[in-house]
């Protein structure tokens, strides 16, 4: 039988409504074993998925780059919309 190790995080926000907010990839908080530079170096790349919370995660995010852009391990929302509301997962493939 594989034996695969899952590390899953979670991180609540509270946003007000039309300032800047920045999510991070819990994968690269300090205390995993994962550093963007290197998971980059080694040909990763990092998606993020959005679920409003009523069922799976879909399409990878489009970013616009503008209001809404991927930057390193982070999303930034300039600025936060109602519309961002849900959940986020970042994956490397």
């Known amino acids: 039988d594989e034996?695969?190790?899952w590390s899953v995080d979670y991180k609540k926000?509270?946003?007000l409504i039309g300032q800047p907010v920045r999510l991070k990839?819990?994968?690269?908080y300090g205390y995993i074993k994962a550093n963007y530079s290197q998971?980059?170096?080694a040909g990763l790349s990092l998606?993020?998925?959005?679920s409003t919370g009523?069922?799976?995660f879909e399409e990878p995010i489009a970013f616009d780059g503008i209001r809404m852009s991927k930057e390193e391990d982070s999303i930034w929302f300039r600025p936060?919309?109602?519309?961002?509301s849900g959940h986020y997962a970042c994956v490397i493939r």
């Open 3 to 5: 034996c695969t190790d």
């Open 47 to 50: 998606m993020w998925y959005k």
């Open 13 to 15: 926000y509270q946003v």
């Open 25 to 28: 990839c819990a994968l690269f």
């Open 39 to 41: 998971a980059q170096n």
């Open 80 to 84: 936060a919309v109602v519309q961002d």
């Open 54 to 56: 009523h069922g799976d």
